[in-house]
């Protein structure tokens, strides 16, 4: 039997939900009464009020589709069309295809708490009718439906003179902006009506069902969310809100079903020769009532200087652009800019329990819309390449939840991360919050990484303490021996209730959680811990892993670079010697000259698990710098062996040669590019710069879709380099990100 990994774990928790796509004719309600118009922009522009854009990045994503279900995924929770989201936004959207209805984005997705559904197919199409007749949006071509850096941008010629241009963007953190832009260049005066239709998506069944409602607002239309605590499936508090607001008067109606709409502009815009005319409208989607007040202040401001929110958003990507492609061969540069839009789609603005703005695995994915420890560590190496200010916030966000002394439930955990948080924690009916096991000590290195590139001492000075605290728990209670070498584990938790329990939260702990050298059929388990006092503190596998006291080893180094970076020369000393000391004890103890890599090593007997192959977790001592020159060369051959590591895709989780590799296993041979990452760090820190360079040009060659504009994804068969899993993954695509310099 497969060991049980932390995603297969979540999605057999409970069943997926579904929903079914709903239809509905238009049918007149009491239209809702004119409302003031806010300080809009002036009727008649001449010219866009869109800043240019920089067409070299265009569809780098293919970001359209068009759902026909609520329910955005396959069985195994995978949504397929890849959403922009922008600003940490809890919404999202896509572009329609072509032989889809037009007139509007896709969507929005949105996250209930935790998990996403879709609200709509489209809520806010636009529909042009001039002397009572409808015009063809397409009735020149076909729209010319375009992703940006930044935006979404659809172009119609309706043949008639007419040109009609739409945009998307974020104005802030709850709220898209989206504008509408008419110009006639035709030879005649033109007057024409406008208005915009959409139709709620339901959830097929349960509560979650009935928990939209949709109402006639102030100045357009609002879905109002009844409260659903269904653990697995659907988040809301009952206070959730999604608001469309125009800037200029409308009429609503809703249908007979109540589910949808037909939104009029209540005045007929009129066009001159060589005239165009801008609307806009903004759609905030809150949580709670004091959200609801801020996203209001901030459609506010967005409808009175739409201009302004485009400038920013231009300014900002452009930002961003520039600094993800800097010594970025051009050949690189669309993927540079693809890992750019996968992270900021897949960033979340605090809301619920997280607390600063923070990077999720993947939007496209049911269980991934949460904050993992050692996910953060990595994805703010990467995010800190064009917004270090982003990635310093994402890791505040897990250390806001870092177990404080004299903690009531956890005193024995002090110092310690949980493995992730969500919106929800168990307080508040939460099923994915876990603090059953951390993650691997790798926040120094993030911390150090992100103050590389801010130069924000004020940022070590904060983190230092917290980093400490970290680094202390582990020996506290994982290192079984008290011998300076520890071991994944897990702690003392409600859920670590047997020692199964505990050998899979330790699995999970070390991030890779289904890879051989944890089943229970090859001899791994656990052991408790205990304090002086006899009391049990936390449990440790059977055995030291060599990837954690790797990474213990450079989390001192990087501890040392903080502490002298501040000034304390005698801590960054005293920390230099006991990483040292674990280089020593790790190149004496795990690595194996018989098979000329490092491994793992019995709790007990101290004894090499050899027998268990080799995992790519044997490089991290290259990357550590904790090889010797002789040992890192016997481990340079086997990553470069097409027997073992050297495979198509390059860097398999399990060696080719193991008897327990399996192309398509999750940790059992799937290529992982933040493991990518570390191998080819390592090759290049003991001077194989040519490896490393043919290493990133053969993952660049290889990996499915990184060089066109399928999503990145969570890991790549080793043999084919076809994407598997989740897509639109954070960590591949930040630490892919670095590799592309030269």
Sequence with gaps: MTPLTRRHFLATSAALSASLATTATLAARPAFADAPPVDAPPADVQAADAPPTDDRYADILDQHGTPALAYPGDADGHNPITVFADLGAWHAYALPRPGDRLGGFTGPLHLAQEYPWWLSDGLTRVHITEDAKPLDLTAGGAPRLTALPGVLRQRYDLGTGLTLTLDLRFAGNRTALLHARLANTGPSVRTLRLAWTGTLLRPATGPQHDAPQLTAAERGIEVRFARVRKTWDYLTDGTERFAVRHAQPVRVALDATGDGHRTELADPVQLAPGAARSLHWTESYTFTEADYARAAAESEAALRDPARVAAAGAARWAGYVARATEGVPAERRRTAVKCVQTLVTNWRSPAGRILHDAVTPALAYKWFSGVWAWDTWKQAVGTAVFAPALAADQIRAVFDHQVQPGSAE?????????????????????????????????????????????????????????????????????????????????????????????????????????????????????????????????????????????????????????????????????????????????????????????????????????????????????????????????????????????????????????????????????????????????????????????????????????????????????????????????????????????
């Design 410 to 742: 956890r005193p024995q955990d002090a110092g310690m991360v949980p493995d992730c948080v969500f919106y929800n924690d168990p307080s508040t009916g939460g099923g994915n919050w876990n603090e059953r096991n951390s993650k691997p000590p790798l926040a120094s290195w993030a911390v150090w990484e992100v103050y590389r590139r801010s130069g924000d001492r004020a940022f070590l000075r904060e983190m230092l303490p917290k980093l400490t605290a970290y680094q202390a728990w582990w020996y506290r209670t994982r290192d079984h021996h008290g011998e300076g070498l520890c071991q994944y584990g897990a702690t003392v938790d409600p859920a670590n209730v047997t020692p199964e329990d505990c050998r899979q939260a330790a699995a999970w702990e070390s991030g890779m959680d289904n890879a051989p050298r944890f089943d229970a059929a090859l001899g791994c388990g656990v052991v408790a811990n205990t304090d002086p006092a006899g009391r049990t503190v936390g449990w440790s596998l059977t055995q030291r892993s060599v990837d954690l006291n790797a990474h213990l080893a450079a989390d001192h180094r990087h501890l040392a670079l903080i502490a002298a970076e501040l000034g304390d020369r005698a801590t960054a000393q005293r920390l230099r010697a006991t990483a040292e000391r674990i280089d020593t004890a790790v190149r004496d103890t795990m690595y194996d000259p018989a098979t000329g890599w490092f491994h793992d090593t019995d709790l007990t007997t101290g004894a090499r698990l050899t027998a268990r192959g080799r995992g790519i977790e044997g490089a991290i001592p290259l990357w550590s710098g904790t090889a010797t020159p002789a040992q890192a060369r016997t481990v340079r051959r086997l990553l470069l062996d097409p027997a073992e590591f050297g495979t198509p895709m390059p860097f398999p989780t399990v060696a080719r040669s193991s008897p327990y590799f399996d192309a398509a296993g999750y940790w059992r041979g799937l290529v992982w590019l933040d493991q990518s990452h570390f191998a080819i760090e390592g090759l290049r820190r003991y001077g194989w710069n040519q490896d490393a360079r043919r290493a990133v040009e053969r993952l660049l060659a290889t990996a499915g879709g990184l060089t066109g504009d399928a999503p990145i994804r969570e890991n790549y068969d080793p043999l084919t380099g076809e994407g598997r899993n989740s897509r639109g993954f954070s960590w591949s695509a930040a630490l892919l990100l670095p590799l592309l310099r030269e």
